[in-house]
């Protein structure tokens, strides 16, 4: 019998339905907020400094959330996110009723966001492999991917920008609204998945010890350490030109504002079809191939979009783009599920993604800065070199997986 004959089972399902609505909350405020920055500030610099901002907050509290997806209820951790999103986004919605929201604002808000985020994805992505076997991790992660891509590039950016047009603080509103949605799909979760057993018990070593053995296993862990090390390059790369993305729209492919979303919602396609066909191109090309392929395809587009005035070439171009990130990351992380031991996976996974969001915060910043000083389009002529010595990397020194 196949793995895709085999049913994901109604635990999974559950787990995905409570996703969904996070994914789309997602969505509608990556098409909103850019939009709100830009009418706050005409700046490139701090266009980019609120998604710098929210990806920053990784460095401050991913460790922390890994230690605690390993040792609590992922479907706890998970309510408690939500909640504090939900109560950031009702700060922001009553400085923006107001008319008293700055720059600095936006972007502490996004902060905590990003802070909550931190927590609720470090514990989703250790719950995982507890519903689902070993076999179905790229058929779970690629069901997922593809909502997430839905709710995050294509539903929920249309959304966002057409609430936006609306009026400044609808998408905030709308968004706070579906948070509360997700928390209340966490909540009829089954207790199926009980925190991983840790291999000491708590108290018997020093706290910095246990939150930084996820950083000694990885920097030890051939294959991972090379795959986190592209995934940071890829990560850089990325943000420095899409966190310029709205400004450059707007004035070289001439789309407004207004339907920034339906750019993004553009690239959401190949995005899907990248997540939904990552499953059977894993099992028919492998690992170091399919990942080398899929960070060519993340960057090399972004030259092209540079090169062309077409506001629907650039639309095929992200397309290529997200299928590319899509395939990079169900490939990824059910690599970095199979391979990393139970117990010490909520922590492999936040120092994995500390170094990614941690390269992609220093990725808008310099995006943010070349744009404002050099021209806006030079972010997307540095992304081609930047993948290609990714995907090299990746081919040179990725080692095979040693037999279990």
Same mark, same amino acid.
């Given at each position: 019998?196949?793995?895709?004959?085999?049913?994901?089972?109604?635990?999974?399902?559950?787990?995905?339905?409570?996703?969904?609505?996070?994914? /789309?909350? *997602?969505?509608?405020?990556?098409?909103?907020?850019?939009?709100?920055?830009?009418?706050?500030?005409?700046?490139?610099?701090?266009?980019?400094?609120?998604?710098?901002?929210?990806?920053?907050?990784? /460095?401050?509290?991913?460790?922390?959330?890994?230690?605690?997806?390993?040792?609590?209820?992922?479907?706890?951790?998970?309510?408690v996110a939500d909640a504090i999103r939900v109560i950031a986004l009702a700060v922001l919605l009553t400085t923006l009723a107001l008319d008293t929201a700055t720059i600095p604002i936006l972007a502490g808000i996004a902060f905590v966001l990003g802070a909550a985020e931190t927590f609720r994805d470090t514990s989703a992505q250790s719950m995982l492999p507890r519903l689902v076997s070993e076999r179905q991790l790229e058929r779970a992660n690629g069901r997922l991917f593809g909502t997430e891509i839905v709710g995050n590039?294509?539903?929920?950016?249309?959304?966002?920008?057409?609430?936006?047009?609306?009026?400044?603080?609808?998408?905030?509103?709308? *968004?706070?609204?579906?948070?509360?949605?997700?928390?209340?799909?966490?909540?009829?979760?089954?207790?199926?998945?009980?925190?991983?057993?840790?291999?000491?018990?708590?108290?018997?070593?020093?706290?910095?010890?246990?939150?930084?053995?996820?950083?000694?296993?990885?920097?030890?862990?051939?294959?991972?350490?090379? !795959?986190?090390?592209?995934?940071?390059? !890829?990560?850089?790369?990325?943000?420095? %030109?899409?966190?310029? /993305?709205?400004?450059?729209? *707007?004035?070289?492919?001439?789309?407004?504002?207004?339907?920034?979303?339906?750019?993004?919602?553009? =690239?959401?396609?190949?995005?899907?079809?990248?997540?939904?066909?990552?499953?059977?191109?894993?099992?028919?090309?492998?690992?170091?191939?399919?990942?080398?392929?899929?960070? /060519?395809?993340?960057?090399?587009?972004?030259?092209?979009?540079?090169?062309? *005035?077409?506001?629907?070439?650039? =639309?095929?171009?992200?397309?290529?783009?997200?299928?590319?990130?899509?395939?990079?990351?169900?490939?990824?992380?059910?690599?970095?599920?199979?391979?990393?031991?139970?117990?010490?996976?909520?922590?492999?996974?936040?120092?994995?993604?500390?170094?990614?969001?941690?390269?992609?915060?220093?990725?808008?910043?310099?995006?943010? %800065?070349?744009?404002?000083?050099?021209?806006?389009?030079?972010?997307?002529?540095?992304?081609?070199?930047?993948?290609?010595?990714?995907?090299?990397?990746?081919?040179?020194?990725?080692?095979?997986?040693?037999?279990?």
């Amino acid at each position: 019998m196949t793995t895709a004959a085999e049913p994901l089972g109604a635990p999974f399902w559950r787990f995905w339905a409570s996703a969904t609505a996070a994914n /789309l909350a *997602d969505g509608i405020r990556a098409g909103a907020f850019p939009l709100i920055a830009a009418a706050l500030t005409g700046s490139p610099f701090g266009v980019a400094l609120v998604a710098a901002c929210q990806q920053g907050a990784w /460095l401050v509290f991913g460790l922390g959330a890994g230690l605690l997806a390993d040792r609590r209820s992922p479907g706890r951790v998970l309510v408690v996110a939500d909640a504090i999103r939900v109560i950031a986004l009702a700060v922001l919605l009553t400085t923006l009723a107001l008319d008293t929201a700055t720059i600095p604002i936006l972007a502490g808000i996004a902060f905590v966001l990003g802070a909550a985020e931190t927590f609720r994805d470090t514990s989703a992505q250790s719950m995982l492999p507890r519903l689902v076997s070993e076999r179905q991790l790229e058929r779970a992660n690629g069901r997922l991917f593809g909502t997430e891509i839905v709710g995050n590039e294509f539903i929920g950016p249309l959304l966002g920008a057409a609430l936006f047009g609306i009026a400044f603080t609808v998408p905030v509103a709308v *968004d706070a609204a579906v948070l509360v949605a997700a928390v209340l799909l966490v909540l009829a979760l089954p207790r199926t998945a009980p925190p991983a057993r840790c291999a000491e018990p708590a108290g018997t070593a020093r706290l910095r010890t246990e939150i930084l053995r996820g950083a000694r296993w990885l920097l030890n862990h051939p294959r991972q350490r090379v !795959i986190s090390a592209a995934g940071a390059v !890829i990560c850089f790369a990325d943000a420095a %030109w899409w966190s310029v /993305l709205v400004l450059y729209s *707007d004035s070289a492919l001439g789309v407004p504002m207004a339907a920034f979303g339906a750019l993004l919602a553009a =690239g959401a396609v190949g995005g899907t079809l990248g997540a939904l066909g990552s499953e059977r191109l894993a099992a028919r090309f492998g690992v170091r191939p399919l990942l080398a392929a899929a960070a /060519l395809s993340t960057g090399l587009p972004a030259v092209l979009i540079a090169l062309t *005035d077409s506001p629907f070439a650039a =639309g095929a171009l992200l397309a290529v783009s997200s299928a590319g990130f899509a395939l990079w990351n169900v490939v990824a992380l059910s690599a970095r599920q199979r391979e990393t031991p139970p117990e010490l996976l909520g922590r492999v996974t936040a120092v994995h993604r500390i170094a990614l969001y941690g390269s992609g915060m220093a990725g808008a910043l310099a995006g943010g %800065w070349i744009a404002g000083s050099v021209a806006l389009a030079a972010p997307f002529h540095a992304a081609g070199p930047l993948v290609a010595l990714a995907a090299i990397g990746l081919l040179v020194a990725l080692p095979p997986r040693s037999a279990p």
